[in-house]
């Protein structure tokens, strides 16, 4: 069966710090990769989705941004990280080529100071 | 603006009631999704209905479409002290990009 793994679960940074979240699938080849930021309280909004490795497609600009090394690996990066960065992280797949379910990952929090 | 919009943004009902959540969109949609979401979790998929489908049924969910008001709801039964969550409806804009409602807030009173 196919499973999602983010970490860390929880994440507090100093501002002007770098960032890295890892998001990694298992159990599929080739899925749709897909990176998420939500604000206390409110919907999700698509930051970054690719379709293969080293494809990467970015929905917000911002000082974030994404990478896709190997086919079942998602990164979330920033060189130096905002206040208004902080928020609920989640990474989520799909079959590559299909319009239909999402699996999400656990989600990373991350607080800025 | 969004392309799903659920209504209402919260709503608290008695464990054994029944509650309704309603999303509207936008666009032209060749599925629409629900999600839930328990604080501070990531999001589980519950049902996906097509839009040749106008009602679609999981244990205690039910899910009506209708593509002439680009509308959806979702009804749970017999509601639970566990379904206290956030629930959302997402479809498929452009490309890949699946959009998402702000969420319809349940709470479920014991």
């Known amino acids: 069966s196919q499973t999602i793994h983010q970490w860390p ?22 899925p749709n990769l897909y990176w998420y930021r939500q604000a206390a309280g409110r919907g999700l909004q698509l930051l970054f989705y690719s379709v293969g490795i080293g494809q990467i497609s970015s929905e917000v600009p911002q000082n974030l941004s994404a990478s896709r090394p190997q086919d079942r690996q998602f990164i979330l990066s920033s060189k130096k990280l905002l206040l208004s960065d902080s928020g609920f992280y989640l990474c989520a797949w799909s079959v590559g080529g299909q319009r239909e379910t999402q ?11 | ?30 599925n629409l999704q629900w999600y ?44 639970r002290a566990a379904d206290t969550a956030s629930y959302f409806c997402a479809t498929y804009t452009a490309g890949n990009m699946l959009t998402f409602g702000g969420g319809t807030r349940l709470m479920v009173k014991p």
């Open chain 1, 103 to 113: 699996y999400f990952g656990p989600g990373t929090r991350l607080l800025v100071l």
């Open chain 2, 1 to 30: 603006s969004q392309q799903g919009e659920e209504d209402p943004q919260a709503l608290s009902i008695q464990e054994g009631e029944n509650a309704t959540m309603n999303c509207s969109y936008k666009t032209s949609i060749n």
């Open chain 2, 36 to 79: 839930r979401q328990n604080s501070g979790r990531g999001l589980v998929h519950l049902i996906l209905i097509r839009s040749n489908e106008r009602e679609k049924h999981s244990g205690r969910l039910r899910v009506t479409l209708d593509t002439s008001k680009k509308s959806s709801s979702l009804l749970i039964t017999a509601s």
């Open chain 1, 9 to 30: 679960a929880t994440l507090v940074q100093p501002v002007g710090s770098p960032l890295s979240l890892e998001c990694t699938v298992e159990g599929t080849s080739n």
